[in-house]
């Protein structure tokens, strides 16, 4: 079996740590043998200090490698700032990024490979025969997409000195500003003339389920799907497309994700997200109480989606593939 996840950081690393975990523990030969191919964002990619930093693509190999954070969720474990800290003793900015001395040795990698001419999915390539993540591992795009945001003019006593009405990079709209100034737009730049990373398009094709984890679903997943070609095939493919919500009750199950729907006008409820996804999804799995109305091609099934702990989390993954897994069976029997 052939699985393709779209992920953004650290929901959609944490849901696919929780597949392979199910998968492992399946009695079913097809399924403890699946394939897993995960695409992920990078338009939340930045340059630092001249380093070429990918959030989304390193929370997901060192989640699965075994190297993440656990109480934050990226970046990684028993980590230092020593660099970081003479960094800031120099002047030198940002100071609202903080990139960890052992994460440093990741991004001084990925950067000299860039510089010798390697691509992204070449230099991911390379990063992940140390992490072993147990699934290929494929940046959206080989072209460089940052996402922008705008910021709306606000009263700078009420927002600690900032006064908006400016374009910033989306890390620092999220994590300096922690997305408090409101957002008049999102944009992906550069998304338009990007093309898919190698192995993109064939593993949507050639995949058996396609699965969109808990991710922010406007700068990660959405990213993913503004890159020309993506969306087509999604729309053209036979594999079932299932994916999770991360709204629960209204707001979002972890981070600020509320913050980029409202700068796109949609309301924070897994309903409005599922309307994202319009023509793509086959089976939505929503929290117990949310209410997602019926609509032709859609199933959509009620579980807990909080992500609490491994079990839990494996629960939740394998509810999606069990979701995908009915919806094949169906299709064969029509």
């Not at 493919?237 to 729907?261: F, K, T, W, Y």
């Amino acid at each position: 079996m052939r699985i393709t996840a779209l992920a953004g950081g650290v929901g959609g690393a944490r849901f696919l740590r929780g597949l392979l975990a199910h998968l492992r523990a399946d009695e079913d030969p097809a399924r403890r043998d699946a394939r897993v191919t995960v695409i992920s964002n990078t338009a939340d990619d930045i340059t630092l200090h001249g380093l070429r930093v990918s959030p989304d693509l390193d929370s997901v190999m060192y989640t699965l490698g075994g190297g993440i954070d656990e109480g934050r969720g990226w970046g990684r474990s028993e980590e230092t700032s020593g660099v970081a800290d003479e960094l800031a003793a120099y002047g030198q900015s940002p100071t609202w990024f903080t990139l960890g001395d052992k994460d440093l040795a990741t991004h001084v990698v990925r950067s000299r490979l860039l510089a010798e001419g390697r691509t992204l999915s070449e230099a991911t390539a390379v990063l992940c025969e140390r992490w072993r993540p147990g699934v290929r591992l494929l940046p959206m795009t080989d072209d460089v997409v940052e996402t922008h945001v705008d910021l709306a003019p606000v009263d700078p006593a009420a927002h600690h000195g900032e006064a908006g009405g400016r374009r910033v990079h989306f890390q620092e709209w999220w994590v300096r500003l922690h997305a408090a100034v409101p957002a008049l737009a999102i944009e992906p730049v550069g998304a338009a003339q990007a093309r898919p990373a190698p192995g993109v398009l064939e593993a949507l094709r050639e995949a058996d389920v396609v699965l969109l984890p808990p991710s922010n679903p406007v700068v990660s997943i959405g990213t993913i799907l503004s890159v020309p070609g993506v969306r087509e095939v999604l729309l053209a493919r036979s594999a079932p497309v299932v994916g999770v919500s991360p709204v629960i009750a209204g707001a979002p199950v972890r981070g600020m994700a509320d913050a980029c729907l409202s700068a796109i006008g949609v309301p924070t409820t897994a309903a409005a997200v599922a309307g994202l996804y319009e023509g793509l999804l086959d089976g939505w799995l929503v929290a117990e109480g949310d209410d997602v109305p019926a609509r032709p091609g859609l199933t959509v099934r009620s579980r807990p989606l909080l992500m609490s702990d491994a079990p839990a989390t494996a629960a939740l993954a394998g509810a999606a593939l069990d979701l995908a897994l009915d919806l094949v069976r169906k299709d064969r029997a029509a």
